[in-house]
């Protein structure tokens, strides 16, 4: 048990030091662990590097692409020898479990990032409700035991049942997920276009929470090194017109609607956003543009005034990760090694204040700007040697 702790130390270590883009040393990682020096140099070196971690200088490493191993798997890495034990079967089918959940939920971001397929709303809906099936359906495995999860006759259970053993009846992820399992059910008369701006907000939800479960399950993010895009569902538009649904799609599906909006209104009062994500936007009195989500101009007349909504998409303002960013510096400008970067970005707070050169919001990422800005400054005198030496005396 100790041990196993220790491991999961290691690898919430190693993760934090990935996601800071941070060198650390084996002292470094013995402190925040407690394992020894020792064996803290011989799990990096046997068992980590060259594929998780780096060797930057004698002792010094660089942790990369570790948020893609989960908790079970980190272990089961380190716990590797020449007679590796096997894997029980309740094990075996645990990880395909959780895979095929992975896969699912995947699946159900890339279809609806399809705006061209005219069924998306339809798959995303019945993907993402697979997805939360054989993930709760793997708890309960792991938790419960092989046969709360498969009958006597070989099949499973349902994913009603299975959000009924997982979770709380008042708990909004589980009347979220109920209204998903509406809507697959009665998919003919509710999920239509006219219906996309309210549906978005729920599928918003089951999304955010899915990715809060596996996190929790897993120790790592389903979409580790995937673009943070893939998560933004929500779709703004007007209330739907009952009387326009009517004379397109005749009138029981007018009735279904009708009765769908009133329940999802209501639960929407009532609710967190683990039921439905709340549409809100930021006005901001600043003279930073960035930091607000709208824009208000004067004009001579109000018919001159006007409000924009700018919607920041990260892979256009910020389309570089440090890795990407380092290797276009250096094409332009010469190589620039790690160091160096680190360097730069530490003299100049990069990641501090220079919004329009860094972004954090799923990991670090740079602009063109900031590619730009480093290139030309590069050509200065002792611009780089001044960061460098501000660098190593901190």
């Known amino acids: 048990m100790v041990k196993t702790e220790r491991m999961l130390a290691l ?230 017109e009952i009387a326009i649904i009517k004379e397109n799609y005749g009138l029981q599906t007018a009735i279904e609607v009708e009765s769908f909006l009133e329940k999802f209104n209501l639960e929407s009062k009532n609710s967190s956003d683990n039921f439905s994500i709340s549409i809100d936007y930021n006005l901001t009195l600043t003279r930073k543009k960035h930091k607000s989500d709208l824009n208000l101009s004067v004009g001579d007349s109000g018919e001159n005034a006007i409000i924009i909504r700018e919607a920041k998409d990260l892979n256009i303002s910020h389309p570089f990760h440090t890795e990407e960013a380092r290797a276009l510096i250096s094409k332009k400008a010469g190589k620039l090694n790690q160091h160096e970067f680190q360097a730069i970005l530490y003299k100049h707070n990069v990641k501090g204040k220079r919004h329009e050169f860094h972004d954090f919001t799923d990991r670090h990422r740079y602009s063109q700007k900031f590619v730009d800005w480093v290139v030309l400054n590069l050509n200065q005198p002792d611009w780089l040697d001044k960061a460098k030496k501000q660098y190593k005396s901190r």
């Open 11 to 240: 690898i919430d270590y190693l993760r934090k030091m990935d996601k800071l883009n941070r060198e650390f040393t084996n002292k470094d990682a013995s402190s925040a662990t407690g394992y020894p020096t020792g064996s803290i140099s011989k799990y990096l070196n046997e068992k980590l590097n060259g594929v998780y971690v780096s060797k930057q200088a004698r002792g010094v490493w660089l942790c990369k692409g570790i948020d893609k191993l989960s908790n079970d798997e980190f272990v089961r890495l380190m716990s590797q020898s020449l007679q590796a034990k096997e894997l029980t079967t309740e094990e075996k089918m645990y990880t395909k479990l959780i895979d095929r959940s992975l896969d699912a939920f995947t699946l159900a971001l890339e279809v609806y990032n399809r705006p061209s397929l005219r069924n998306r709303v339809e798959a995303f809906t019945i993907m993402i409700i697979n997805a939360w099936e054989l993930l709760l359906k793997a708890e309960i495995l792991k938790t419960l035991g092989y046969d709360k999860v498969f009958k006597k006759n070989g099949k499973s259970i349902s994913v009603s049942d299975a959000v009924a053993l997982r979770i709380q009846e008042n708990d909004d992820v589980r009347k979220n997920l109920s209204n998903l399992i509406v809507l697959r059910d009665q998919a003919i008369h509710l999920l239509i276009p006219e219906l996309q701006s309210r549906l978005s907000r729920l599928f918003q939800a089951s999304v955010l929470n899915y990715q809060d479960r596996y996190l929790k399950q897993m120790g790592n993010s389903p979409l580790a090194g995937q673009s943070v895009g893939m998560l933004s569902l929500i779709i703004d538009g007007p209330e739907p």
